[in-house]
Protein backbone atom coordinates (compact mmCIF):
# COMPACT_ATOMS: atom_id res chain seq x y z
CA UNK A 1 0.00 0.00 0.00
CA UNK A 2 1.07 3.67 -0.86
CA UNK A 3 1.60 5.64 1.70
CA UNK A 4 -0.31 8.83 2.10
CA UNK A 5 1.46 11.98 2.17
CA UNK A 6 0.93 14.65 4.39
CA UNK A 7 -0.53 17.85 2.30
CA UNK A 8 -1.61 20.21 5.90
CA UNK A 9 0.80 23.37 5.49
CA UNK A 10 3.03 23.44 9.02
CA UNK A 11 2.17 26.01 11.49
CA UNK A 12 4.41 28.64 11.95
CA UNK A 13 7.08 28.64 14.77
CA UNK A 14 5.59 30.39 17.98
CA UNK A 15 6.99 33.62 18.23
CA UNK A 16 8.90 34.50 21.57
CA UNK A 17 7.24 36.53 24.20
CA UNK A 18 8.65 39.76 24.28
CA UNK A 19 8.97 41.08 28.25
CA UNK A 20 7.12 42.53 29.72
CA UNK A 21 7.50 46.55 30.42
CA UNK A 22 9.06 46.51 33.98
CA UNK A 23 11.16 43.88 33.07
CA UNK A 24 12.45 45.74 29.83
CA UNK A 25 12.65 49.22 31.89
CA UNK A 26 14.53 47.41 34.31
CA UNK A 27 16.92 46.05 31.70
CA UNK A 28 17.45 49.22 30.04
CA UNK A 29 18.58 50.84 33.64
CA UNK A 30 20.57 47.77 34.82
CA UNK A 31 22.75 47.56 31.98
CA UNK A 32 24.36 51.00 31.96
CA UNK A 33 24.24 50.68 35.75
CA UNK A 34 26.11 47.25 35.86
CA UNK A 35 28.65 48.59 32.72
CA UNK A 36 29.06 51.31 35.33
CA UNK A 37 30.60 49.44 38.10
CA UNK A 38 32.36 46.56 35.75
CA UNK A 39 34.25 50.08 34.41
CA UNK A 40 34.45 51.55 38.04
CA UNK A 41 35.50 48.61 39.40
CA UNK A 42 38.11 47.64 36.68
CA UNK A 43 39.46 50.94 36.90
CA UNK A 44 39.89 50.98 40.95
CA UNK A 45 41.85 47.18 40.19
CA UNK A 46 44.27 49.13 38.16
CA UNK A 47 44.84 51.70 40.28
CA UNK A 48 45.65 49.04 43.26
CA UNK A 49 47.50 47.57 41.34
CA UNK A 50 49.94 49.97 40.15
CA UNK A 51 50.25 51.29 43.93
CA UNK A 52 51.03 48.10 44.69
CA UNK A 53 54.06 47.93 42.15
CA UNK A 54 54.98 51.27 43.44
CA UNK A 55 55.45 50.37 46.17
CA UNK A 56 57.37 47.54 45.83
CA UNK A 57 60.07 48.81 42.95
CA UNK A 58 60.56 51.72 46.02
CA UNK A 59 61.52 49.17 48.73
CA UNK A 60 62.58 46.21 47.01
CA UNK A 61 65.52 46.53 45.13
CA UNK A 62 65.42 44.07 42.88
CA UNK A 63 62.04 45.42 41.70
CA UNK A 64 62.11 47.83 38.79
CA UNK A 65 59.89 49.54 36.40
CA UNK A 66 61.63 51.22 34.21
CA UNK A 67 63.02 54.11 34.86
CA UNK A 68 64.37 54.78 31.12
CA UNK A 69 60.58 54.65 30.21
CA UNK A 70 59.62 57.20 33.55
CA UNK A 71 62.41 59.88 32.35
CA UNK A 72 60.79 59.38 28.64
CA UNK A 73 57.13 59.85 29.74
CA UNK A 74 58.08 63.01 31.54
CA UNK A 75 59.72 64.64 28.14
CA UNK A 76 57.11 63.92 26.21
CA UNK A 77 53.96 64.62 28.56
CA UNK A 78 55.25 67.35 30.84
CA UNK A 79 58.09 69.17 29.11
CA UNK A 80 56.41 69.01 25.60
CA UNK A 81 52.62 70.51 27.33
CA UNK A 82 54.47 73.28 29.52
CA UNK A 83 53.97 75.90 25.97
CA UNK A 84 49.92 74.95 25.45
CA UNK A 85 49.42 75.11 29.05
CA UNK A 86 51.05 78.91 29.58
CA UNK A 87 49.31 80.02 26.47
CA UNK A 88 46.23 78.93 27.70
CA UNK A 89 46.50 80.01 31.67
CA UNK A 90 48.18 82.94 30.17
CA UNK A 91 44.94 83.80 28.87
CA UNK A 92 43.21 83.11 31.58
CA UNK A 93 44.87 85.48 33.55
CA UNK A 94 44.15 88.36 30.92
CA UNK A 95 40.64 87.16 30.40
CA UNK A 96 39.28 87.64 34.23
CA UNK A 97 41.66 91.03 34.63
CA UNK A 98 39.55 92.36 31.84
CA UNK A 99 36.32 90.82 33.21
CA UNK A 100 36.55 91.59 36.91
CA UNK A 101 38.19 95.39 36.36
CA UNK A 102 35.50 97.42 35.23
CA UNK A 103 32.72 96.08 38.19
CA UNK A 104 35.49 96.65 40.61
CA UNK A 105 36.12 100.06 39.06
CA UNK A 106 32.56 101.17 39.84
CA UNK A 107 33.80 100.93 43.43
CA UNK A 108 36.88 102.15 43.82
CA UNK A 109 38.53 98.69 43.91
CA UNK A 110 40.57 98.20 40.94
CA UNK A 111 43.29 96.75 42.90
CA UNK A 112 41.25 93.95 44.32
CA UNK A 113 41.99 92.35 40.75
CA UNK A 114 45.28 91.02 41.94
CA UNK A 115 43.02 89.24 44.79
CA UNK A 116 40.60 87.88 42.51
CA UNK A 117 43.23 86.18 40.20
CA UNK A 118 45.38 85.11 42.73
CA UNK A 119 42.74 83.29 44.51
CA UNK A 120 40.83 82.16 41.35
CA UNK A 121 44.24 80.53 39.84
CA UNK A 122 46.11 79.10 42.46
CA UNK A 123 43.24 77.43 43.73
CA UNK A 124 40.75 76.71 41.35
CA UNK A 125 41.63 77.28 37.77
CA UNK A 126 45.31 76.55 37.88
CA UNK A 127 44.74 72.78 38.69
CA UNK A 128 41.63 72.56 36.39
CA UNK A 129 42.55 74.10 33.58
CA UNK A 130 45.99 71.97 33.44
CA UNK A 131 44.57 68.73 33.79
CA UNK A 132 41.95 69.61 31.23
CA UNK A 133 44.72 70.82 28.78
CA UNK A 134 47.11 67.63 29.93
CA UNK A 135 44.20 65.26 29.30
CA UNK A 136 43.77 66.46 25.30
CA UNK A 137 47.53 66.21 25.30
CA UNK A 138 48.91 63.40 27.53
CA UNK A 139 45.40 61.41 28.13
CA UNK A 140 44.61 60.65 24.68
CA UNK A 141 48.47 59.73 23.38
CA UNK A 142 48.79 57.22 25.94
CA UNK A 143 45.27 55.51 25.14
CA UNK A 144 46.34 55.49 21.76
CA UNK A 145 49.70 54.28 22.14
CA UNK A 146 48.62 51.44 24.55
CA UNK A 147 45.73 50.38 22.60
CA UNK A 148 48.11 50.26 19.87
CA UNK A 149 50.22 47.71 21.28
CA UNK A 150 47.47 45.46 22.71
CA UNK A 151 46.05 45.38 18.76
CA UNK A 152 49.57 44.68 17.58
CA UNK A 153 50.08 41.66 20.33
CA UNK A 154 52.58 43.12 22.56
CA UNK A 155 51.15 43.59 25.34
CA UNK A 156 50.88 39.40 25.32
CA UNK A 157 54.24 39.22 24.58
CA UNK A 158 54.98 40.99 27.57
CA UNK A 159 52.76 38.26 29.65
CA UNK A 160 53.73 35.71 27.14
CA UNK A 161 57.83 36.52 28.99
CA UNK A 162 56.14 36.78 33.17
CA UNK A 163 56.54 40.73 32.39
CA UNK A 164 53.41 42.21 34.35
CA UNK A 165 52.02 45.42 32.10
CA UNK A 166 51.20 47.26 34.92
CA UNK A 167 54.57 46.99 36.11
CA UNK A 168 56.54 48.29 33.09
CA UNK A 169 53.76 50.07 30.84
CA UNK A 170 51.41 51.96 33.40
CA UNK A 171 53.41 52.52 36.67
CA UNK A 172 55.94 54.77 34.26
CA UNK A 173 53.21 56.36 32.40
CA UNK A 174 50.88 57.22 35.82
CA UNK A 175 54.23 58.56 37.56
CA UNK A 176 55.19 60.37 35.21
CA UNK A 177 51.72 61.81 34.51
CA UNK A 178 51.21 62.91 38.38
CA UNK A 179 54.79 64.67 38.32
CA UNK A 180 54.29 66.42 34.92
CA UNK A 181 50.68 67.57 36.11
CA UNK A 182 52.29 68.98 39.30
CA UNK A 183 55.08 70.95 37.89
CA UNK A 184 52.88 72.16 34.91
CA UNK A 185 50.49 73.20 37.12
CA UNK A 186 52.78 75.40 39.25
CA UNK A 187 53.58 77.16 35.74
CA UNK A 188 50.44 77.97 34.45
CA UNK A 189 49.65 79.62 37.86
CA UNK A 190 52.48 81.66 37.64
CA UNK A 191 52.16 82.81 34.12
CA UNK A 192 48.25 83.14 34.69
CA UNK A 193 48.93 85.56 37.64
CA UNK A 194 52.14 87.29 35.36
CA UNK A 195 49.31 87.58 32.79
CA UNK A 196 47.01 89.50 35.25
CA UNK A 197 49.70 91.86 36.85
CA UNK A 198 51.25 92.58 33.18
CA UNK A 199 47.36 93.82 32.18
CA UNK A 200 47.00 95.25 35.65
CA UNK A 201 49.60 97.82 35.50
CA UNK A 202 49.43 98.93 31.85
CA UNK A 203 46.25 98.87 31.12
CA UNK A 204 44.28 99.87 34.35
CA UNK A 205 47.41 101.87 36.01
CA UNK A 206 47.64 99.80 39.30
CA UNK A 207 51.09 100.32 40.87
CA UNK A 208 53.34 97.20 40.53
CA UNK A 209 54.08 97.37 43.97
CA UNK A 210 50.46 97.35 45.15
CA UNK A 211 49.47 94.57 43.34
CA UNK A 212 52.42 92.15 44.11
CA UNK A 213 51.84 93.02 47.78
CA UNK A 214 48.06 92.45 47.43
CA UNK A 215 48.79 88.87 45.43
CA UNK A 216 50.92 87.84 47.97
CA UNK A 217 48.53 88.80 50.89
CA UNK A 218 45.90 86.84 49.08
CA UNK A 219 47.34 83.14 48.97
CA UNK A 220 48.79 81.51 52.05
CA UNK A 221 50.23 77.86 51.96
CA UNK A 222 46.98 76.13 52.28
CA UNK A 223 45.39 77.95 49.18
CA UNK A 224 48.83 76.75 47.22
CA UNK A 225 48.74 73.23 48.84
CA UNK A 226 44.88 72.10 47.94
CA UNK A 227 45.73 73.38 44.47
CA UNK A 228 48.95 71.06 44.29
CA UNK A 229 46.48 67.96 45.69
CA UNK A 230 43.87 68.57 43.16
CA UNK A 231 46.73 68.64 40.25
CA UNK A 232 48.20 65.43 41.61
CA UNK A 233 45.24 63.88 41.88
CA UNK A 234 43.59 64.78 38.36
CA UNK A 235 47.07 63.69 37.09
CA UNK A 236 46.29 59.90 38.48
CA UNK A 237 42.91 60.35 37.36
CA UNK A 238 44.21 60.96 33.78
CA UNK A 239 46.68 58.30 33.77
CA UNK A 240 44.32 55.55 34.67
CA UNK A 241 41.90 56.40 32.54
CA UNK A 242 44.09 56.29 29.64
CA UNK A 243 45.76 52.90 30.87
CA UNK A 244 42.55 51.11 31.53
CA UNK A 245 41.25 52.29 28.18
CA UNK A 246 44.10 51.37 26.22
CA UNK A 247 44.57 48.05 27.56
CA UNK A 248 41.21 47.14 27.16
CA UNK A 249 40.84 47.74 23.18
CA UNK A 250 39.18 45.86 21.08
CA UNK A 251 38.66 45.57 18.35
CA UNK A 252 41.60 46.64 15.45
CA UNK A 253 42.63 50.20 14.96
CA UNK A 254 38.65 51.29 15.36
CA UNK A 255 39.02 50.01 18.70
CA UNK A 256 41.99 52.23 19.59
CA UNK A 257 40.04 55.28 18.02
CA UNK A 258 37.37 54.76 20.45
CA UNK A 259 39.50 54.52 23.60
CA UNK A 260 41.01 57.56 22.91
CA UNK A 261 37.77 59.26 22.71
CA UNK A 262 36.12 57.51 25.82
CA UNK A 263 39.51 58.91 27.60
CA UNK A 264 39.06 62.70 26.76
CA UNK A 265 35.65 62.23 27.52
CA UNK A 266 36.08 59.98 30.67
CA UNK A 267 38.67 62.34 31.95
CA UNK A 268 37.24 65.46 31.72
CA UNK A 269 33.70 63.91 33.90
CA UNK A 270 36.00 62.83 36.21
CA UNK A 271 38.37 65.61 36.62
CA UNK A 272 35.26 67.74 37.07
CA UNK A 273 33.50 65.87 39.50
CA UNK A 274 36.71 65.14 41.96
CA UNK A 275 36.92 68.76 42.00
CA UNK A 276 33.66 69.56 43.25
CA UNK A 277 33.96 66.98 45.59
CA UNK A 278 37.19 67.70 46.96
CA UNK A 279 35.88 71.77 46.93
CA UNK A 280 33.21 70.57 49.09
CA UNK A 281 35.55 68.79 51.56
CA UNK A 282 37.52 71.79 51.55
CA UNK A 283 34.79 74.02 52.45
CA UNK A 284 33.34 72.09 54.78
CA UNK A 285 36.82 71.89 56.57
CA UNK A 286 37.50 75.77 56.23
CA UNK A 287 40.79 75.31 53.71
CA UNK A 288 39.14 77.99 51.00
Given amino acids: MAKKTDTSTPEPPAKPKEPAAPIRALDMVGRPVLGFLDYVGGLSRLVMQTFVWMWRSFVLRKVRFGRFAF ?20 CIGLILALQMAPPLDDFGQTARVATIIAIAVVRELGPLISAVVLTGFAGASIAAELGTMVVGEEVEALRAHALNPVRFLVLPRMLATVLSLLVVCAVGELVAIGAGW ?7 DIPSDIYIDLTIEAIDLTDFATGMFKAGV ?55
Avoid at 78 to 90: E, I, M, N, P
Fill in 71 to 90: YAQVVRLGVKSVAVVSLVSG
Fill in 234 to 288: FGMIIAAIACYNGLNVTGGAAGVGKATTRTVVHSVEAIIYADLVFTAIFYKLGWT
Fill in 198 to 204: AIGTTVF
